[in-house]
């Protein structure tokens, strides 16, 4: 049986408050609320638990308890969505406090609204590699295909799949946000200003080899980062194609 593990993908552009954006506030001091203020009133709600969103997410439970005491700021735009689904909530409340949580509008990725449904198209790292060039946008088709795969949540124009190569994201034991070879990822190439620990596809300048890793930036430094302990990190200058925002796999 196929299983299917989806993340909504979040925009990442700051957003500016007017008349179409209304942001939350925390109702103890009414100041704008924190990340960790949001993610304890979803947490608070019946039925949700710690473990429970640990599990949605893929961390350990004190990584939810440093999210909860603000020691984390914000989750990864892949964690959000998870906790945004696991909370039946709206991911963009959850992230950046925009608009209202809208309880219960995303209830599993096999419930959600038959209109937000779709097709991605499953593609070579050939044609990934098209992405290197800068006058490639998303009205752009893609040819001939592997296999289109159907889309539960909302994804943006363009959004691709690709079919994980080699073991470089393939976590160590006990890590289960892993990429084994031959699952399917899904990636949305309007996401190219990622978070530190976001999972990227990046084109490498030098080379325009397409890769996926996770996207590091810190004290000013940028570099992809292989899950497996046994590769090398790339530290060489690449440019982001787009930010993974699921995983297929069969079993």
């Known amino acids: 049986m196929n299983s299917v593990v989806f993340a909504h993908a979040l925009l990442k552009h700051a957003l500016q408050p007017t008349d179409n954006h209304a942001f939350h506030f925390n109702k103890h001091t009414c100041q704008m609320s924190s990340y960790a203020d949001r993610f304890s009133e979803a947490l608070e709600r019946p039925g949700k638990s710690v473990a429970g969103v640990a599990a949605a997410m893929g961390v350990t439970k004190q ?40 309880w219960g509008s995303i209830k599993s990725p096999d419930l959600a609204p038959a209109q937000t449904r779709g097709r991605i198209p499953l593609i070579s790292w050939v044609q990934a590699s098209s ?10 088709g893609w040819g001939n295909v592997e ?22 994201m393939t976590a160590p034991t006990g890590n289960s946000r892993t990429y084994p070879e031959g699952c399917i990822i899904f990636i949305n ?10 999972r990227i596809i990046a084109c490498l300048v030098s080379s325009d080899d397409v890769t996926f890793k996770v996207y590091k ?3 000013g430094r ?17 440019n982001v194609i787009g ?3 699921g995983k297929w796999e069969d079993g």
């Open 131 to 140: 992405w290197c060039d800068p006058a490639r946008d998303s009205t752009m």
């Open 147 to 168: 296999r289109w795969l159907d889309s539960p949540v909302p994804f943006a124009d363009g959004s691709f799949a690709l079919r994980v190569r080699g073991d470089s």
């Open 222 to 238: 940028q570099w992809l980062q292989p899950l497996n302990p046994s590769h090398e990190p790339i530290r060489e200058s690449f």
């Open 63 to 102: 990584a939810v308890y440093s999210i909860r005491r603000g020691q984390t700021k914000a989750a990864s735009a892949e964690n959000n969505a998870a906790a945004a689904m696991y909370f039946e909530c709206d991911p963009s409340w959850l992230a950046r406090g925009v608009g209202s949580p809208n």
């Open 189 to 198: 190439p309007e996401l190219r200003s990622p978070n530190n620990g976001d």
């Open 217 to 219: 930036n810190e004290d």
């Open 243 to 245: 930010t993974v925002f």
